[in-house]
T-cell receptor
Framework: AQTVTQSQPEMSVQEAETVTLSCTYDTSESDYYLFWYKQPPSRQMILVIR??????QNATENRFSVNFQKAAKSFSLKISDSQLGDAAMYFCAYRSSWPSGTYKYIFGTGTRLKVLA | NAGVTQTPKFQVLKTGQSMTLQCAQD?????MSWYRQDPGMGLRLIHYSVGAGITDQGEVPNGYNVSRSTTEDFPLRLLSAAPSQTSVYFC???????????FGPGTRLLVL
């Protein structure tokens, strides 16, 4: 069974600085998707970025980028130029790709990010 | 588009009561799922559906029932509520091949 591990329960970053959130996963599958979701105090789950395992290029969305290391089964999120609005809970998630047909998403336990003014 | 909607936003139940959490989406998504979120546990999959008439169990299905009679709706039923079911419940949907899941705003359930 697949597992997702976020070993940092809480992180802090100074406004305008850069922070990296860690995520590791375990799977025997070769094709899958990885996601980072943000959950602000409103509880709404917001997709930050996604990565297809078959793509070697790391995904980037504005100030958010990932470091995807498939062999190491690592998927870290880098937030550049941190803003107060980035303060939230961040969840790493895994999903098998279509051919496996399971459609099951597996989430990590989350990392709470605090942004200091 | 309203996206994924959930009702109610908050509910208090007594042990043994039953209730249904409603979830609807207007994006014609095939895949829908229910999660519960507990402190320190992240989101755990309860049940999911890959289309009308097709449902399957997730990681923590005990105490919950689902059905999918239409593409739009995916209700979650608690047959006999227990304090261990106190949690925040999220419904999510995605269109089969795009893999990006869209979440509803959540339902906070308190079982006394």
């Amino acid at each position: 069974a697949q597992t997702v591990t976020q070993s940092q329960p809480e992180m802090s970053v100074q406004e305008a600085e850069t922070v990296t959130l860690s995520c590791t996963y375990d799977t025997s599958e070769s094709d899958y998707y990885l996601f980072w979701y943000k959950q602000p105090p409103s509880r709404q789950m917001i997709l930050v970025i996604r990565q297809e395992a078959y793509k070697q290029q790391n995904a980037t969305e504005n100030r958010f980028s990932v470091n995807f290391q498939k062999a190491a089964k690592s998927f870290s999120l880098k937030i550049s130029d941190s803003q107060l609005g980035d303060a939230a809970m961040y969840f790493c998630a895994y999903r098998s790709s279509w051919p496996s047909g399971t459609y099951k998403y597996i989430f990590g336990t989350g990392t709470r990010l605090k942004v200091l003014a | 588009n309203a996206g994924v909607t959930q009702t109610p936003k908050f509910q208090v139940l007594k042990t043994g009561q039953s209730m249904t959490l409603q979830c609807a989406q207007d994006m014609n998504h095939e895949y829908m799922s229910w999660y519960r979120q507990d402190p320190g546990m992240g989101l755990r999959l309860i049940h999911y559906s890959v289309g009308a008439g097709i449902t399957d169990q997730g990681e923590v299905p005990n105490g919950y029932n689902v059905s999918r009679s239409t593409t739009e709706d995916f209700p979650l039923r608690l047959l006999s509520a227990a304090p261990s079911q106190t949690s925040v419940y999220f419904c999510a949907s995605s269109y089969g091949g795009t893999e990006t899941q869209y979440f509803g705003p959540g339902t906070r359930l308190l079982v006394l």
